[in-house]
């Protein structure tokens, strides 16, 4: 059963960073592209960015500048570097992966909160 797991979500205060990291489990293939996105109350899934197997990267023009997404060393693992977080930055993040046939795969989230 594929799994992925998000940690290092927390509370945060404005201006101040956290890390997010996603693993994932329960695989034999390598998932194409693995990507963050994230959900404020009231509001739809929004994407926060995506990385390719390869390395290629893609941002919200939101958190251009402030978040950096990488890959992990380890197989099907990903980073989310978030710098300079603001209290719209709050929100549950989904780390996803997509698999080589199109399917996608979400974590259970992990919530963020810039508050002071």
């Known amino acids: 059963q594929v799994q992925l797991v998000e940690s290092g979500g927390g509370l945060v205060q404005p201006g101040g960073s956290l890390s997010l990291s996603c693993v994932a489990s329960g695989i034999i293939f390598s998932f194409n592209a693995m990507g963050w996105y994230r959900q404020a109350p009231g509001k739809q899934r929004e994407l926060v960015a995506t990385?390719?197997?390869?390395?290629?990267?893609n941002y919200a023009d939101s958190v251009k500048g402030r978040f950096t997404i990488s890959n992990g060393n380890a197989k099907n693992t990903v980073l989310l570097q978030m710098n300079s977080l603001k209290p719209e930055d709050t929100a549950v993040y989904y780390c996803?992966?997509?698999?080589?046939?199109?399917?996608?795969?979400w974590g259970q989230g992990t919530q963020v909160t810039v508050s002071s």
């Open positions: 990385i390719t197997s390869g390395g290629g990267t």
């Open positions: 996803s992966g997509t698999a080589p046939w199109g399917g996608q795969y």
